[in-house]
Structure formats: C-alpha cells, structure tokens
C-alpha cells in the first residue's frame, strides 16, 4: 500500500492519504507505527486550526507545521497528544483540482528535512494517476453497462412486438383460415388441400417467430425470473441438464438477462461442439454476488478468443464488474464460472467521533 512504502520511505511514523470533503477531509488510507494510533477509515476529520491537510488545500501546494506545540486548533493538539510533533503534506491533484492530501506525521522532535515535499509530492502524484486511471476505468465500464442495458431493451421491446404484433396476427389468420377450410364443400378436396398445407406453413411460421422471440428476450425471464427460466432452458436443451439452484428471488433486471444468456450460450456450445452427454449448472446468490458455475463432460478445448461467442458474455458480465472465467482443458470438459455483483454500494463519511489526523 502506498502510504506503507511512504512511511519506510521516510522513515516517519504516521501516514493519511486524506479526501477533501465539503467542510474537511476523509481518511481513505492510513498507516501508524502504532497500528491502535490509525485513523479510522472513511471517518469526517475536521480541517479547524493549523492543520497540514488545510493549508494544502488552501493553497493547493505542499505544506509543513514543523512544531505541533505551536498550533492551533483541536486537530493539532490531538496529534501531539498523540506523540506526533511535526508533518508535512502535498496535494493530490485529480482534473485540475485539489482532490485529496497525503500527509506524514513523525515523533521526532527535529522538523522534517527540507527535501520531504518533494518525496511526498512525488507519491502524491502517483497516487493522483491512480485515482485518474480508476475513474477512466470506472467511466468505461459505466459506459459499456448503459450500452448492454440500452440493447437489452431494444430487446424486450422487438419481443414484445413480436408477440402483441406479428405472432397474434398470424394466430389469427390461422383461426380464420380454419373457418373457411371448414367451410369448404367436400366436392372442392384440391382447393381444402391448399389451405390445409397455407395452414401448416403460418403454424411452423408462427413456432419459428416464438423461438426467435426467445432468442431475442425471453419473456419468462420477465416474468418468472432467474430461476424458472434456467429451468426452461434447461427442459429445451437438448443434452441433459441436472440443476443445483438457490435463486428463488428476483435480482437486477441487467443481472438475471447476463446469467441467463451465459446458460444459455454453454447450453448451446455442449450442444453444438462440446459432443457433451450431461451438464449441471449450479447458481447461488448472497446479499453481495450471484455465482454461477456450469460444466459439461464433453471434449473441452473452449475458450474466449477465435471468434468465439464467449468473447460477447465475458464483455457483458465485465460490464456489470462481473467476473467470467473458463477451465477447458481438452478431453476434460469445460467448466464457466461467473460472479456478478449485486449491488455496488458507495461508502459514505462518518461524522461521528473527535476531530483527528494532520
């Protein structure tokens, strides 16, 4: 951790990598020699006095107090009833902006040597390109997660429509054509032959529109949820599926479509390329992830590259900050486990507690 390697670096005793908040500042990484000395961890620390972390913020430039005796405040008679004496603090600058301070604190009773700025700058900044690289990552997959949602919907409105639209509309030519079909006199059998064979074809029509409907959203993941619809999946598949699920409870409508899809495309390649004769998926949630593993006994040898349709679930479960990976050995089967978040809780600051922290 940086705030570690700072304090070795330096040889102080006590280390803040500090997040300004409106009024103060919030301990994100902390280090003490002293473990019980730490502060703790998302805890509102007050900026009032002479504080190290105030004047960088202030100025936006590196910052010292070289004798806590001689400052003012609550926070500053704190540290040095702590057995701190001095500190030194540089900003951390994120898009033009004071973000944050990483502030050292030692028990020497000497100042900090002259040249301690800059070595705290320099991490300062390196933690800066962290925090920067995080929020691309983060602003990344927020955007491929609006872009998986948005198909998602375009999804469920083209079944949707297809099922309101065209599939009812061929159910009912199909019930007028069975009218006149009985209508027709039995001296006409050629012309009751036709509609006989018009009729069969908008029934096998009508069964493609339905898988097709399910290919694109399937209404009983809508409807029904995780569970039952693996459970449809699974009736339809066509190499035996034995189910291990604990998903009685519906989750996130982007979390249950991803799982779906990942059975469904494993169901399909077992199907297809594995030469597998049986396949168990087994699914459980808790209050923070739903896990999936699904593993069949055929020839192995899968994988995400080549072009393969894995490649299409690995970027939609990473979307949601997921996890998919893949053991396929050949001749060992192919075994995918997934993990997905639940949810993507923000910690908030904690006002409680005495003012601390340089």
């Given amino acids: 951790m940086a705030v570690a390697e700072l304090a070795r670096g330096l040889g102080v005793a006590h280390v803040n990598l500090l997040r300004f908040d409106a009024d103060g500042c919030v301990p994100i990484a902390t280090y003490d020699v002293d473990p019980a000395r730490q502060l703790p961890i998302g805890q509102f ?24 005796r001689g400052a003012t405040g609550s926070t500053a008679a704190r540290l040095h009833a702590l057995g701190l004496r001095c500190g030194v603090g540089a900003p951390i600058i994120v898009d033009g902006t004071v973000w944050g301070a990483m502030v050292v604190d030692c028990e020497d009773e000497h100042p900090l040597p002259g040249r301690t700025e800059d070595r705290v700058a320099d991490f300062a900044d390196l933690v800066a390109t962290a925090i920067t690289n995080a929020g691309t990552r983060a602003e990344l997959t927020a955007s491929r997660a609006r872009i998986v949602t948005a198909a998602d919907q375009a999804r469920r409105g083209f079944e949707r429509d297809l099922h309101d639209g065209a599939q009812q509309r061929i159910v009912s030519l ?38 097709l409907s399910r290919g694109i959203h399937p209404a009983i993941l809508s409807r029904g949820g995780l569970g039952p619809a693996i459970k449809t999946l699974a009736r339809r598949s066509i190499v035996p599926v034995s189910l291990d699920l604990e998903v009685d409870r519906r989750f996130p409508e982007s979390v249950e479509v991803a799982a779906y899809y990942v059975v469904a495309e494993a169901m399909t390649n077992a199907a297809k390329h594995a030469q597998a004769s049986e396949l168990t998926v087994w699914a459980r949630a808790d209050a923070a992830n739903l896990r999936l593993r699904i593993a069949d006994d055929g020839i192995g040898g899968a994988g995400t590259g080549g072009g393969s349709g894995l490649i299409g679930l690995k970027d939609r479960v990473e979307a949601l900050s997921g996890r998919l990976e893949i053991v396929s050995e050949p001749g060992r089967g192919t075994m995918m486990t997934v993990t997905i978040p639940l949810s993507d809780p923000i910690p908030r600051p904690q006002r409680s507690g005495p003012p601390a922290g340089g």
Avoid at 45 to 66: E, H, Y
Avoid at 183 to 206: C, K, M, N, T, Y
């Fill in 45 to 68: 620390v007050a900026l009032d006095g002479d504080t190290v972390a105030g004047a960088v913020r202030s100025t936006g430039r590196p910052a010292r107090i070289d004798d806590y």
């Fill in 174 to 211: 199909g019930l007028e054509l069975r009218a006149l079909e009985a209508s027709v006199p039995s001296e006409l059998p050629d012309f009751r032959g036709e509609l006989a064979e018009i009729i069969e074809g908008l029934a096998g029509l009508h069964t493609d529109l339905q898988e």
